[in-house]
C-alpha cells in the first residue's frame, strides 16, 4: 500500500517552542519534501532532500531546517517557532526522476500562539 | 508574480455539467505540468499529467497543453459532486533532479447536486 505517512496532524506549539514535523513513506522514494499550504498562496517549497544526508532549499527556507538518515523518514524542525509559521505542512515522496508522480501525505496542521 | 497562475479563482457547476479550469506559466523553463486534486482535509493528489502539446484525455478528465503559450487547461465532462475540491495546477522543469513542482494558488471548484 503505498503511502506518505505524517505525524502528527494537528499540532499546538506557544511561540518560541521547538517544533518537530516527522513523515515516512513506504515506496522507497528516493525524493523526499516539505511544502506548506496557506491560503492564497498555494503550496511552497520549503525544502527537498534527493537521499539521505542530501536536502537541498526550497523557495522559503528561512526558518526551517530538515533532517534526513534513513530513506523512509523525512523530518522538519522548526527552531523556535513564530506565529507565522503556522500553516498546514505537507510532506511528500516521489522517485528521483523529474516527470514522476508527487505522492503526499495527509498533512500536519500547526498552529503557532 | 506567481509562475504559475491558474484561473478562475472559482468554480460552481451544475452536476452533470462541464468544469473548465486554466493555467499559464510565466517560466519557461517549465515544460511538464500536473493537475492534483485535493479534498478537504486531505493532500493533494495527482490527477494527471501533460508533457506534450495537445489533448491527453483520462476518462471524464481532458487536459490541453499549447507550449508556445505555455497555457493548460483543464476540462471534467459530466461533473460529479465528488469532482468538488480544490485543483492545483504544477509545473517543472525538465532534466532537472527530483519533481521540483511549482504550484499555482488554486480553483476551488463546486460541483451542485
Known amino acids: 500500500d503505498m503511502k506518505v505517512t505524517q505525524m502528527p496532524r494537528y499540532l499546538i506549539k506557544r511561540m518560541g517552542e521547538n517544533v518537530l514535523l516527522e513523515c515516512g513513506q513506504d515506496m522507497s522514494h528516493e525524493t523526499m519534501y516539505w511544502y506548506r499550504q496557506d491560503p492564497g498562496l498555494g503550496l511552497q517549497l520549503i525544502y527537498i532532500s534527493y537521499d539521505v544526508d542530501s536536502n537541498s532549499e526550497g523557495d522559503i527556507p528561512k526558518g526551517y531546517r530538515v533532517s534526513r538518515k534513513k530513506r523512509e523518514h523525512f523530518s522538519l524542525i522548526l527552531d523556535s517557532a513564530k506565529t507565522n509559521q503556522t500553516s498546514v505542512y505537507f510532506c511528500?515522496?516521489?522517485?528521483?526522476?523529474?516527470?514522476?508522480?508527487?505522492?503526499f501525505g495527509k498533512g500536519t496542521r500547526l498552529t503557532v500562539v | 508574480q506567481q509562475k504559475v497562475q491558474q484561473s478562475p479563482e472559482s468554480l460552481s457547476v451544475p452536476e452533470g455539467g462541464m468544469a473548465s479550469l486554466n493555467c499559464t506559466s510565466s517560466?519557461?523553463?517549465?515544460?511538464y505540468f500536473w493537475w492534483y486534486r485535493q479534498h478537504s482535509g486531505e493532500g493533494p493528489k495527482a490527477l494527471m499529467s501533460i508533457f506534450s502539446d495537445g489533448d491527453k484525455k483520462e476518462g471524464r478528465f481532458t487536459a490541453h497543453l499549447n507550449k508556445a503559450s505555455l497555457h493548460v487547461s483543464l476540462h471534467i465532462r459530466d461533473s460529479q459532486p465528488s469532482d468538488s475540491a480544490l485543483y492545483f495546477c504544477a509545473a517543472s522543469v525538465p532534466n532537472s533532479a527530483g519533481n521540483k513542482l511549482t504550484f499555482g494558488i488554486g480553483t476551488r471548484v463546486l460541483v451542485r447536486p
Open positions: 511528500a515522496s516521489s522517485p528521483g526522476q523529474t516527470n514522476t508522480e508527487v505522492f
Open positions: 517560466d519557461r523553463n517549465f515544460q
